[in-house]
């Protein structure tokens, strides 16, 4: 295991400042670890970068070169810190390991440097659902947790506190999981959701993006726990390479092993020898089959964590929504305004159009990450009774689809470049009892700095609605 002093005296580059808060936890972290020099660098601009510089503004051994990235800030120095959606193939990242220079994530950092065991969380969709449940729950019977990457929880910074926890729960992108495979290291409790199509604009296939998927389990042995998503094909054949002891988690009764799964109302825990009633989702209001998969997966994560079955009975029962997922912002003279922001894939879209018998008035679209619109479209077609796009080029694809289906090429739709006349044009087509639904299938960029931004805005414009005049 590595040790913090190993930073001691060294010169650092961080690789990437951004706006999400990574990257300052990054910093905030080396500047506690008696470092010579802290170097960022970032092609944004200093102007682009306030937000995050004001919150560094107290740290004084830090180099900033912004706006551009130098070659020597790669070799002259002892260690990279990448933010962990820049490729292992960039030219300045080929340049430090040529040159000898130690590359690290924030993830493989803290795995290498947390003591205490961590809880992974992986999927498609529903991680940071799953990995705000699994904290929650832990909380709620008497464990002391550090959450880490939650959203945009940052994560080196957050390595001090696990010196007086007992648990670490870590959201895992597949970029963070990528730094893993350097280490061999995975979690000692691991959670796949779901396995779609996603971050194909980055991965060259499917098979890329599996692969980075799998380093949450890869390197578990007999003692670890994974627990896995049995209704997801992809998610079946992935663990098929796994060590570690399987808990599955299923809408529908499965087997003898161990599982937890769905039955009419009820969520059960199979042990291997009995089934044991753990909740009724009626009565904690989970009544969308994807939320409902969710908390199967926590249910099996907090038994593995050896939470008694009389514990998490007690502690679902307490279970909060997530911001940004199907969350109902607000009710105006009869129309309900559900903001689902981090739906970020077809697939997700689909989902929520399915989560309401309402008639729907749909916002959706924005950058492309290389996915396919088709099964998308024809959803849109049979389930909403208006659509609303963002500008971008997800929804130049999305239309493309529609209008194929349609077999109009001539038809016109309404595109818009603001959340505030998005939700204005969407309220003026609803009628009382009607459902306005933000779930955008696609990247924020270009619109707004990422999909909770996006859902700020979509609350704040809904907020607005009352000062209209209709």
Same mark, same amino acid.
């Given at each position: 295991?590595?040790?913090?002093?190993?930073?001691?005296?060294?010169?650092?580059?961080?690789?990437?400042?951004?706006?999400?808060?990574?990257?300052?936890?990054?910093?905030?972290?080396?500047?506690?670890?008696?470092?010579?020099?802290?170097?960022?660098?970032?092609?944004?601009?200093?102007?682009?970068?306030?937000?995050?510089?004001?919150?560094?503004?107290?740290?004084?051994?830090?180099?900033?070169?912004?706006?551009?990235?130098?070659?020597?800030?790669?070799?002259?120095?002892?260690?990279?810190?990448?933010?962990?959606?820049?490729?292992?193939?960039?030219?300045?990242?080929?340049?430090?390991?040529?040159?000898?220079?130690?590359?690290?994530?924030?993830?493989?950092?803290?795995?290498?440097?947390?003591?205490?065991?961590?809880?992974?969380?992986?999927?498609?969709?529903?991680?940071?659902?799953?990995?705000?449940?699994?904290?929650?729950?832990?909380?709620?019977?008497?464990?002391?947790?550090?959450?880490?990457?939650?959203?945009?929880?940052?994560?080196?910074?957050?390595?001090?506190?696990?010196?007086?926890?007992?648990?670490?729960?870590?959201?895992?992108?597949?970029?963070?999981?990528?730094?893993?495979?350097?280490?061999?290291?995975?979690?000692?409790?691991?959670?796949?959701?779901?396995?779609?199509?996603?971050?194909?604009?980055?991965?060259?296939?499917?098979?890329?993006?599996?692969?980075?998927?799998?380093?949450?389990?890869?390197?578990?042995?007999?003692?670890?726990?994974?627990?896995?998503?049995?209704?997801?094909?992809?998610?079946?054949?992935?663990?098929?390479?796994?060590?570690?002891?399987?808990?599955?988690?299923?809408?529908?009764?499965?087997?003898?092993?161990?599982?937890?799964?769905?039955?009419?109302?009820?969520?059960?825990?199979?042990?291997?020898?009995?089934?044991?009633?753990?909740?009724?989702?009626?009565?904690?209001?989970?009544?969308?089959?994807?939320?409902?998969?969710?908390?199967?997966?926590?249910?099996?994560?907090?038994?593995?964590?050896?939470?008694?079955?009389?514990?998490?009975?007690?502690?679902?029962?307490?279970?909060?929504?997530?911001?940004?997922?199907?969350?109902?912002?607000?009710?105006?003279?009869?129309?309900?305004?559900?903001?689902?922001?981090?739906?970020?894939?077809?697939?997700?879209?689909?989902?929520?159009?399915?989560?309401?018998?309402?008639?729907?008035?749909?916002?959706?679209?924005?950058?492309?990450?290389?996915?396919?619109?088709?099964? *998308? #479209?024809?959803? %849109?077609?049979? +389930?909403?009774?208006? !659509?609303?796009?963002?500008? /971008?080029? @997800?929804?130049?694809? =999305?239309?493309?689809?529609?209008?194929?289906?349609?077999?109009?090429?001539?038809?016109?739709?309404?595109?818009?470049?603001?959340?505030?006349?998005?939700?204005? *044009? #969407?309220?003026? %087509?609803?009628? +009382?009892?009607?459902? !306005?639904?933000?779930?955008? /299938?696609? @990247?924020?960029?270009? =619109?707004?700095?990422?999909?909770?931004?996006?859902?700020?805005?979509?609350?704040?414009?809904?907020?607005?609605?009352?000062?209209?005049?209709?």
């Amino acid at each position: 295991m590595m040790n913090k002093s190993f930073l001691k005296g060294k010169t650092v580059t961080v690789f990437g400042l951004g706006l999400h808060g990574g990257g300052i936890g990054t910093v905030k972290f080396l500047a506690t670890q008696e470092v010579k020099k802290i170097i960022v660098t970032d092609l944004k601009s200093k102007n682009q970068l306030r937000p995050s510089l004001q919150q560094l503004a107290d740290i004084k051994n830090i180099e900033y070169v912004l706006g551009q990235h130098r070659k020597e800030d790669f070799i002259q120095t002892d260690m990279v810190i990448k933010t962990p959606v820049i490729s292992w193939n960039n030219k300045y990242i080929k340049i430090a390991l040529k040159n000898n220079v130690v590359v690290e994530t924030d993830s493989s950092l803290f795995f290498q440097l947390c003591k205490i065991p961590i809880i992974g969380v992986t999927g498609s969709k529903g991680k940071t659902s799953v990995a705000t449940m699994i904290s929650d729950i832990l909380r709620a019977t008497g464990k002391k947790v550090v959450s880490v990457g939650i959203s945009q929880i940052s994560v080196l910074d957050k390595l001090l506190e696990t010196e007086k926890a007992e648990w670490v729960v870590f959201e895992l992108s597949s970029w963070r999981l990528s730094a893993l495979k350097k280490i061999k290291r995975s979690p000692h409790i691991s959670i796949i959701t779901n396995i779609f199509p996603d971050h194909l604009n980055y991965y060259k296939n499917m098979e890329e993006y599996i692969a980075d998927k799998k380093n949450i389990f890869l390197y578990q042995n007999s003692q670890d726990w994974l627990i896995y998503n049995e209704d997801n094909q992809l998610v079946k054949e992935m663990v098929k390479e796994a060590d570690s002891k399987l808990i599955a988690f299923s809408l529908y009764k499965k087997g003898q092993f161990i599982s937890v799964f769905k039955e009419k109302d009820f969520a059960y825990l199979n042990n291997g020898i009995d089934e044991k009633k753990i909740i009724q989702f009626s009565k904690i209001n989970i009544k969308e089959k994807h939320n409902q998969a969710n908390l199967l997966a926590v249910i099996g994560a907090v038994y593995a964590a050896g939470i008694p079955l009389s514990l998490i009975k007690k502690a679902v029962r307490k279970i909060k929504k997530i911001p940004d997922r199907l969350e109902l912002v607000k009710e105006i003279k009869g129309v309900k305004y559900y903001n689902d922001s981090t739906a970020t894939i077809p697939e997700a879209v689909q989902v929520a159009l399915r989560s309401f018998s309402e008639k729907i008035i749909l916002i959706t679209g924005g950058t492309d990450k290389n996915l396919n619109f088709d099964n *998308l #479209a024809k959803d %849109i077609i049979e +389930k909403t009774k208006g !659509v609303i796009f963002l500008k /971008g080029t @997800a929804t130049d694809k =999305l239309i493309l689809s529609i209008k194929k289906i349609l077999q109009e090429k001539d038809k016109e739709f309404e595109v818009v470049d603001t959340m505030d006349k998005a939700v204005e *044009l #969407a309220s003026r %087509i609803a009628d +009382k009892g009607d459902v !306005v639904l933000l779930s955008p /299938g696609a @990247a924020s960029f270009g =619109l707004f700095n990422n999909e909770f931004h996006r859902g700020a805005k979509f609350r704040e414009a809904v907020k607005k609605l009352n000062t209209f005049i209709f």
